[in-house]
T-cell receptor
Framework: SQQGEEDPQALSIQEGENATMNCSYK?????LQWYRQNSGRGLVHLILIRSNEREKHSGRLRVTLDTSKKSSSLLITASRAADTASYFCAHTGANSKLTFGKGITLSVRP | GAGVSQSPRYKVAKRGQDVALRCDPI?????LFWYQQALGQGPEFLTYFQNEAQLDKSGLPSDRFFAERPEGSVSTLKIQRTQQEDSAVYLC??????????????FGPGTRLTVT
């Protein structure tokens, strides 16, 4: 069963706005990853943050991790229509398996 | 270079039929994973191979599910006597590392299985 929760479940924004997505988890983790999935396609890895890191940047993406609150956030700045997709957070813990949340559907209106 | 490929992309099976889903990982990747993704949900772990050894099959939902990777490259996920609840997208992923937990995984496009 899935042990991560993302919120909101769905997000609709205008092109150029920032999108913030949140993720919570229940167990201790080695790292937390964010993936993107376009309709009908496989998952694409976006960014990985290790448990001893607090913030990481990659292009227009910014990820934060708060292990005391067991939560992470993904910020996409200056969103584009091409960012429309489902976003999943996933974490690995002691059992090394990658555990995904249910995902957030992001719609960016042109 | 070539990514992870899966075939077929779509499969319709009548309830009770057996199906075989194929995964070609990225060349040289030692770790290979299968996931099941139900509609509107995130992927759920099924099984993991390191080279040809199946090290974890704890996510396989029943003994009707069987996976193999006999030569440490291509993998096949077989589902016997399919049932409607098996309808899902089956994703394959690979990683170049044995210590896969510390790194990203590379996913294929998936096989959408519909059991009627």
């Amino acid at each position: 069963s899935q042990q991560g929760e993302e919120d909101p479940q769905a997000l609709s924004i205008q092109e150029g706005e920032n999108a913030t997505m949140n993720c919570s988890y229940k167990t201790s983790i080695n790292n937390l990853q964010w993936y993107r999935q376009n309709s009908g396609r496989g998952l694409v890895h976006l960014i990985l943050i290790r448990s001893n890191e607090r913030e990481k940047h990659s292009g227009r993406l910014r990820v934060t991790l708060d292990t005391s609150k067991k939560s992470s956030s993904l910020l996409i700045t200056a969103s584009r229509a091409a960012d429309t997709a489902s976003y999943f957070c996933a974490h690995t813990g002691a059992n090394s398996k990658l555990t995904f949340g249910k995902g957030i559907t992001l719609s960016v209106r042109p | 270079g070539a990514g992870v490929s899966q075939s077929p992309r779509y499969k319709v099976a009548k309830r009770g039929q057996d199906v075989a889903l194929r995964c070609d990982p990225i060349s040289g990747h030692v770790s290979l994973f299968w996931y099941q993704q139900a509609l509107g949900q995130g992927p759920e772990f099924l099984t993991y191979f390191q080279n040809e050894a199946q090290l974890d099959k704890s996510g396989l939902p029943s003994d009707r599910f069987f996976a193999e990777r006999p030569e440490g490259s291509v993998s096949t996920l077989k589902i016997q006597r399919t049932q409607q609840e098996d309808s899902a997208v089956y994703l394959c992923a690979s990683s170049p590392f044995r210590d896969f937990a510390s790194y990203e995984q590379y996913f294929g496009p998936g096989t959408r299985l519909t059991v009627t």
